[in-house]
C-alpha cells in the first residue's frame, strides 16, 4: 500500500487507509487482555489515539489522521470493548485501570514519550493520564471535550440537549416509567444490568442511539444502525462509568489539576455546534491551560469524521513539531 505523505483521498483531509505491522493482546492484569496494535513508520514519533466512549473501541479510520511516513500510531482497545477480553467486562474496569493500562503500554512498547490523541471521553482519560504521568506526553491533542462534570452529565442526559431535539428525546426517556425519569443514568443502569440478554441489548440499543443521533452536526438526528450487540456492550460500559462518576473524587478532577500539565503543549479541535459535549467545557478548560491551542469550528458538531474536525485534526497533526 502507498504511504507517501502527499498520496491523501482525492477530497478529503485524511491519508489513506492502511494496516498495522504490529498486532497483539497484551495481558494487563485483572483477567483483562487488551488489544493493541501498530502502524504508520516503525521509527516514527510515537502518538497514542484514546478512544472515546467509555466503550466504543477503536476503529482503523483512526489511523488515517496521522502521516504513516512520520508517525508510530499505537492504537488500543479499553477494557472491555473493541477487541479487547473479556468483551463487554466491567469488572476491574474503572478510569484508574485505564491509566494504568496506557502507562503499562507505554513501558511495554519502550516509548519514552508520546503525543496523546483523544476525543470526547478520550479527551477525559487522555487529561487524567497527562495529569498522572505528565514527563510521559509530549503533546495533547483533544477533540470534543468532555471533563465528567454533573453538569455535562445533566446537560445530555437530563434534557439540555434534548430541548433541541426533543422528538428524539422522548425517544429516549419514553421507556422509562415517568416517576424515573429524574435520573436517566440510574434508570437505564438498573435495566442495562438486569440480567436479561434481550432486555439489556433493547435498552442498550436506545441508549447508544440518543448519543449517536447527535454525534454529526450533519446527520439531522440520523444515528444510522448499531449492532444490537455492540449497542449492549458500550451502553453498559458507558453507563457504569456516569453511574460512578468517572471513578473520581473532587480532588481528582481535572480542573483542579490543571498545574501538573501547564507545561505541556495542547491543541483543542471543538465543534460550535457539539451537543454531546458543548464548547463551554473547551473553553473552561484553556482558560487554566496556558499553553493550549483552541480551534472552534464553526458549522461542526462532535463527531471525529466531521469535514472540518478531521481536515483540522490532520493539519495539527502535519504541523506538529517535536
Not at 39 to 61: D, L, Q, T
Request: net charge negative; hydrophobic share 35%; proline share 5%.
Amino acid at each position: 500500500m502507498d504511504n507517501r505523505s502527499e498520496q491523501k483521498a482525492e477530497n478529503s483531509p485524511l491519508y489513506p487507509a492502511i494496516d498495522p505491522f504490529s498486532q497483539e493482546m497484551l495481558d494487563v492484569g485483572d483477567g483483562h487482555k487488551v488489544y493493541l496494535e501498530q502502524s504508520g513508520a516503525r521509527e516514527g514519533y510515537p502518538v497514542v489515539v484514546v478512544h472515546g466512549g467509555p466503550g466504543a473501541g477503536c476503529s482503523a479510520s483512526m489511523r488515517r489522521y496521522f502521516d504513516p511516513t512520520k508517525y508510530r500510531i499505537i492504537m488500543f482497545d479499553q477494557r472491555g470493548c473493541g477487541r479487547s477480553l473479556p468483551y463487554a467486562s466491567i469488572e476491574h474496569n474503572t478510569t484508574w485501570d485505564l491509566v494504568r493500562d496506557m502507562e503499562q503500554i507505554r513501558t511495554h512498547l519502550g516509548v519514552d514519550q508520546w503525543a496523546v490523541f483523544g476525543g470526547s471521553w478520550g479527551a477525559t482519560l487522555s487529561l487524567i493520564y497527562a495529569q498522572t504521568h505528565p514527563d510521559s506526553v509530549s503533546h495533547l491533542i483533544l477533540r470534543g471535550v468532555f471533563l465528567m462534570t454533573q453538569p455535562e452529565l445533566d446537560w445530555f442526559y437530563g434534557g439540555g440537549a434534548g430541548k433541541f431535539w426533543p422528538e428524539l428525546w422522548q425517544r429516549f426517556v419514553s421507556v422509562i416509567p415517568e416517576h424515573e425519569r429524574d435520573d436517566l443514568i440510574a434508570a437505564y443502569h438498573k435495566r442495562l444490568f438486569s440480567g436479561d440478554m434481550r432486555e439489556e441489548m433493547r435498552f442498550g440499543t436506545t441508549w447508544t442511539h440518543w448519543e449517536n443521533a447527535l454525534a454529526s452536526f450533519q446527520s439531522n438526528g440520523f444515528g444510522g444502525h448499531c449492532p444490537p450487540a455492540y449497542a449492549r456492550t458500550f451502553a453498559r460500559i458507558e453507563n457504569h462509568y456516569f453511574i460512578n462518576d468517572g471513578f473520581l473524587n473532587q480532588d481528582q478532577k481535572i480542573l483542579n489539576n490543571m498545574e501538573k500539565i501547564r507545561h505541556i503543549q495542547g491543541y483543542i479541535v471543538q465543534g460550535r455546534y457539539d451537543m454531546i459535549c458543548p464548547p463551554a467545557m473547551a473553553y473552561e478548560l484553556s482558560r487554566k491551560w496556558p499553553r493550549c491551542d483552541v480551534r472552534i469550528m464553526s458549522y461542526a458538531g462532535h463527531a471525529m469524521s466531521e469535514p472540518k474536525i478531521s481536515s483540522e485534526l490532520v493539519s495539527i497533526m502535519d504541523k506538529l513539531r517535536f
